[in-house]
């Protein structure tokens, strides 16, 4: 029998939060102001003066330009990215600081750009400063934002943990440089379907209750409203640009996949309880904040130990339609095919691109509107 898979060990993020210059950003400056007036962004992002701030997983920017370089402003000593021009991965950039990183010897022209935030950093502010061009070139207006958009709102598997490991055995370390959202099932799933996204993923987080019990005191609930994770009380305000037609929502992994320790103020049934309360409360919020043609899908996955995750989530969709919102819908998808390659039994690249299959398979089934 497969062992129970660890799912979204928080020592990575705790040992990261210990460590000096990491906690936030210091403020760019001397940059284009109109950051955003030149670069395309669906993610949960803070417009200052010269720059933007952010903390979720697979914030991206896109960018075009005339020239053959361009500088990319970025300050961030906690998170990873990718950089992308023409539609090709061409650097990773790990914990960049702060610094203009240029890509030169392109050949002249127009390209697009693309710098995508591929690691978890809940507990940093990272920093984003907009593109420089090369001498003798030019940023131009950043492309349009797409008509479709799916948000999609979980844990570690949504957020892409350690999928590019080799081995499932990592240290915190291995799982901040192996985790790349940009190649999660979501983002994928996404950009098949030609749709804006945000992924709001949160690893060892639940609906009620976090991987192991651990931190009590909070949920993901605690942080979902906010753009900078890291700072208490802080409220995204969506600029009314975020639509999102179809909402993807992965949360009871960590509620449920470990035993309740002594000293929880919980039962397995009392545990089932408060997770349908906390869940139909959080679906109230999102179907007055997207309206009523927004399609909400729960979904669930096998676990190794129980199947209360997915027999429970199925009943909350249940119990909305019979309340008549048929717009919510379940979505379960199974162990089969998948290697569970990624750190601690986590879903590897592999397995992220069979899930976005299965997932563009259901998409096609919902009746959306774009």
Request: with cysteine; net charge neutral.
């Amino acid at each position: 029998m497969r062992p129970l898979r660890m799912i979204a060990v928080l020592a990575a993020l705790v040992t990261a939060a210990a460590t000096p210059g990491v906690a936030a950003a210091e403020p760019l400056t001397g940059h284009d102001p109109g950051v955003l007036a030149r670069v395309h962004t669906a993610g949960r992002v803070e417009a200052g003066p010269n720059s933007v701030t952010y903390s979720w997983p697979g914030v991206y920017f896109e960018g075009r330009f005339r020239g053959t370089g361009i500088g990319i402003v970025l300050n961030d000593a906690a998170a990873d990215y990718d950089i992308q021009i023409d539609g090709t991965t061409v650097t990773t950039l790990v914990t960049p600081g702060q610094t203009t990183h240029w890509v030169n010897g392109l050949a002249k022209g127009v390209h697009s750009v693309r710098v995508v935030k591929r690691s978890e950093s809940p507990w940093a502010t990272s920093e984003f400063g907009g593109f420089v061009a090369a001498p003798h070139g030019a940023i131009l207006r950043g492309p349009r934002a797409r008509h479709r958009q799916i948000e999609f709102i979980g844990d570690s598997y949504t957020a892409g943990y350690g999928n590019l490991s080799a081995t499932r055995d990592c240290t915190g370390d291995d799982v901040n440089r192996t985790t790349n959202a940009d190649i999660s099932f979501g983002a994928i799933a996404a950009r098949r379907l030609n749709a804006d996204y945000q992924i709001n993923a949160y690893s060892g987080r639940g609906m009620v209750r976090n991987y192991n019990g651990s931190d009590p005191q909070v949920n993901y609930r605690t942080f979902y409203d906010r753009a900078l994770l890291s700072v208490e009380g802080d409220v995204w305000k969506n600029p009314g640009t975020w639509r999102p037609q179809l909402v993807v929502i992965g949360l009871g992994i960590n509620d449920f996949s470990t035993a309740i320790n002594p000293g929880e103020p919980w039962t397995p049934e009392s545990l089932v309880a408060a997770y349908r309360t906390a869940y139909h409360a959080f679906l109230d919020k999102l179907r007055a904040r997207y309206g009523r043609d927004t399609i909400i899908v729960v979904s669930a996955t096998y676990m190794s130990n129980t199947t209360v995750y997915a027999e429970t989530a199925r009943q909350i969709v249940q119990e909305r339609n019979s309340r008549g919102d048929e717009r919510v819908r379940f979505w379960y998808y199974p162990e089969t095919g998948l290697d569970y390659g990624g750190c601690h039994w986590h879903p590897s690249a592999h397995d992220h691109q069979i899930i976005a299959d299965r997932l563009g398979e259901f998409v096609a089934t919902l009746p959306l509107r774009w």
